[in-house]
């Protein structure tokens, strides 16, 4: 790790595969793919790292009183290729096209196949209107990027991720990059070197590969909005 750069943040190699030993062997380690259409494979692994403790995730409170009435639902690897693909063609603020290319689509999509990479959905009857995606290793989840079709879609995708990996005791969830949207939902920074301390030991726990559909079936949004003081 010591051979990141710092200009650009974490720059570690250029080139390889996406293949799927290579992607989770890459996560093990801290390192994540991340590289526009056109550029060969860039690998990263910045410092310091943003996280989410899931014991302490809380979405803002207005938010919350307006769950209580909501008839959104969440589930669990029902449309992992429907989030990924959102993802990928959802417009960000001062980013000209997107990082999801289609060969990240196909392997992350393989990943999930295998029973790795999983998503949290947000289905306002069966429209989905917000999700997230990563990749989960042992007791580790690396998040990757989440969507919002409608207001509020995203944040509810993350609380849910948040909750049910807290129910299992997994800890920690990688952000990747700072953003002021993840500082707002209260990511904050890790050292390089304790993230990874962390990493190590959560990797090598036992985890729960295989689809996540049955963990997560239409759970309630409106039960997001019941914590509140």
Not at 64 to 87: E, G, H, M, P, Y
Not at 150 to 157: I, N, P, V, W
Request: proline residues 6%; neutral net charge; aromatic residues 10%.
């Amino acid at each position: 790790m010591q051979r990141a750069l710092r200009r650009p943040d974490g720059l570690l190699a250029a080139g390889g595969d996406l293949s799927p030993t290579r992607l989770l062997n890459a996560y093990r380690s801290g390192i994540f793919p991340w590289f526009g259409e056109g550029q060969p494979i860039l690998w990263w692994s910045p410092d310091p790292r943003m996280v989410f403790e899931t014991a302490s995730f809380e979405l803002p409170s207005r938010f919350r009183r307006q769950l209580r009435k909501s008839s959104w639902t969440l589930r669990a690897d029902t449309a992992f290729a429907r989030v990924i693909t959102a993802c990928a063609s959802t417009p960000r603020p001062e980013q000209d096209g997107t990082w999801i290319t289609a060969d990240m689509v196909a392997a992350y999509i393989e990943l999930h196949r295998l029973g790795h990479a999983h998503s949290i959905e947000v289905f306002a009857g069966e429209t989905l209107v917000g999700g997230i995606y990563g990749v989960a290793i042992g007791q580790m989840f690396f998040g990757e990027s989440m969507f919002s079709a409608q207001s509020g879609g995203s944040k509810l995708a993350l609380a849910g991720l948040c909750r049910l990996l807290d129910q299992w005791g997994w800890p920690l969830i990688d952000a990747q990059l700072e953003n002021p949207h993840l500082v707002s939902l209260g990511a904050h920074r890790l050292p390089r070197e304790q993230f990874m301390a962390r990493v190590e030991a959560l990797v090598a726990m036992a985890g729960r590969p295989g689809s996540w559909s049955d963990r997560v079936e239409d759970w309630p949004a409106s039960g997001f909005g019941k914590s509140l003081d």
